[in-house]
């Protein structure tokens, strides 16, 4: 993956501050999360060279700011009781400060809920977005606008399932 931001100099031309892959990852092992940039709701300088997705992965964005990454999504090996599911999310999402987002996991393991509005784009596999309600198949280059509901992804496939995501903290009615 390769990431590129832009910034100004001390000229105030435009330049590229970062070319390189995201600075931090997180759960490769069941495929993973990549942070690709942050922002915390504070004024953007857009001359400083901090690269704001060097920071401790936490699921929601701080107050009144945003979480732009990938994530990946292998499938789930066949077998696997329904226990050691529940206890392999539970400790995901405790290592990204988001076990208090698992409400109701009874339809699925990594079921969560989050206070931010989410832009979502399936990049590659084939995905089921659950819902507490309703399930529905995602092919390569679907859109879901994920408004702080209870949620869980599944990878239907044999490859590992490639998602970009957008989160932007939100006050939710």
Known sequence: MRRIVTGHNEEGKSVITIDGPPARSIGEDVGGLFELWNTDGQDIISSDVIDRADEEIILSPPRGGTKFRYFQINPIPEGIPENVMQDMAADAFEKIG???????????????????????????????????????????????????????????????????????DSKII
């Open 98 to 168: 988001a076990g208090h987002h698992r409400i109701d996991t009874s339809k699925h393991p990594a079921m969560h809920k989050t206070e931010t509005i989410d832009y979502i784009i399936l990049l590659k596999g084939d995905v089921t977005l659950i819902l507490d309600e309703e399930e529905i198949d995602m092919k390569p280059f679907d859109v879901v606008v994920q408004r702080g509901t209870n949620h869980a992804w599944v990878n239907n496939g044999t490859e590992p399932a490639l998602l970009i995501a957008v989160l932007i």
